[in-house]
T-cell receptor, first 114, second 113 residues
């Protein structure tokens, strides 16, 4: 079984400042890792994913994340945020079996202020 | 390529009624998963269908059921609706190979009154 912890329910930040959204997971098997973003009244859009290979992955809209196996973390970062980045961000894991069952964290609301 | 389509987008039902939600996956995708999103419980996995077979199931009561058709379109049904079933129901589709992501639809907002 897997679980995901997003420690921060809300992260306020000023425009053009850097931001890090934290994600820790636990799993008894190897996992794939994902970050999704959700805008109000919308579905989930994939930001980036770690499947294998380089532990630093780059995604859309300037976001990147680093997979740390020893710390079981997959933190999301952006060097300079925009007002339009205000949204809910979800970290998710999936076990490396044939099932597409995703386990999500509770989400972090990123609030970018001018 | 069209994305995942969920219908309807919004739905209001009365307690005790039943409801059916529909999901059309991306063309060529054979896996369809359903999730419930509520402010209190967050995003929770309901079930996954692959080639018309339920491959995985979350921890929800038997009032929640689903099925998948030969064209990969999926429906989920909730019987005897309760107020707590009010939620955003999200459908996701994925291709046959396992090392990829799920693509989500816009969701169906169900309100039970």
């Amino acid at each position: 079984a897997q679980s995901v912890t997003q420690l921060d329910s809300q992260v306020p930040v000023f425009e053009e400042a850097p931001v890090e959204l934290r994600c820790n997971y636990s799993s008894s098997v190897s996992v794939y890792l994902f970050w999704y973003v959700q805008y109000p009244n919308q579905g989930l859009q994939l930001l980036l994913k770690y499947l294998s290979g380089s532990t630093l992955v780059k995604g859309i809209n300037g976001f990147e994340a680093e997979f740390n196996k020893s710390q079981t973390s997959f933190h999301l970062r952006k060097p300079s945020v925009h007002i339009s980045d205000t949204a809910e961000y979800f970290c998710a894991v999936r076990g490396m079996d044939s099932s597409y069952k995703l386990i999500f964290g509770s989400g972090t609301r990123l609030l970018v202020r001018p | 390529k069209a994305g995942v389509t969920q219908t309807p987008r919004y739905l209001i039902k009365t307690r005790g009624q039943q409801v059916t939600l529909s999901c059309s996956p991306i063309s060529g995708h054979r896996s369809v998963s359903w999730y419930q999103q509520t402010p209190g419980q967050g995003l929770q996995f309901l079930f996954e269908y692959f080639s018309e077979t339920q491959r995985n199931k979350g921890n929800f009561p038997g009032r929640f059921s689903g099925r998948q058709f030969s064209n990969s379109r999926s429906e989920m049904n909730v019987s005897t609706l309760e107020l707590g079933d009010s939620a955003l129901y999200l459908c996701a589709s994925s291709p046959e190979y396992s090392n990829t992501e799920a693509f989500f639809g816009q969701g169906t907002r169900l309100t039970v009154v």
